[in-house]
């Protein structure tokens, strides 16, 4: 697959950590968004010439990546797109469908009115991303979504261990939305789990987020 000019140029100069920051989170975007598929060989390159970096603060960010489950590094042969199997997303999944309503359940009751205000301001964006069709606008607010309810949960320990898995599975994540069927329930769902958080429905609440996580695993699983 052929590497598309960025659409984010490097600043220079940077320090080198604010560059392997920069290019860490522009090299997961051509990966979410399904510009390298899975199994191909990262183009090294290709990518330094696009950026204009060298290879080090590139392997730094494949690094990082690499830790994330988005890239397989494999000595003598380089790094390659991580591909997941049907089984570890099943394995995955329900782990993430978990510790999602535990969120829900802990923010019902911690969040704040500003927190819940916020939340109903990103699903009413949802929603906006959503009718015009911007597939990396609706996943940057549905992350944001997700992770502000986590925030309201009030639970640092929750947050940790849900970052571990869910970026293990936040291309799969990405990609179940393809469909404009499933793209159209999960927004449907946020606005149902908006309403639980401002009823403070915390059983309700829980049970919704588990079963939209739930939901991306069946889309994903059929295709």
Partial sequence: MSLQPTQHPISAPLERKALAVELTDMLREIILEGELSPGEKVPEKALTER????????REAMKVL???GLIDLVPNRGAF?????EEELSDLFP???????LAGELA?????????????RLTQALRTSHE?????TYFAINQAIHAAILEA??????RRTHALVAYRIQRARYQANLTQRRWTEAVSEHERIAEALVARDAGGL?????AHMLNKLHSIIAG
């Fill in 132 to 136: 015009e069709a911007d597939r990396p």
């Fill in 95 to 101: 782990v993430l469908a978990s510790l999602e309503g």
């Fill in 153 to 158: 949960s009030g639970n640092e320990c929750l």
């Fill in 108 to 120: 019902a009751a911690a969040a704040s009115e500003a927190q819940i205000a916020e939340i109903r």
């Fill in 66 to 68: 690499a830790a994330e």
């Fill in 51 to 58: 950026f204009g970096v060298s290879r080090t603060p590139l």
């Fill in 81 to 85: 797109i991580a591909s997941q199997t």
């Fill in 206 to 210: 829980g049970q919704l987020m588990k």
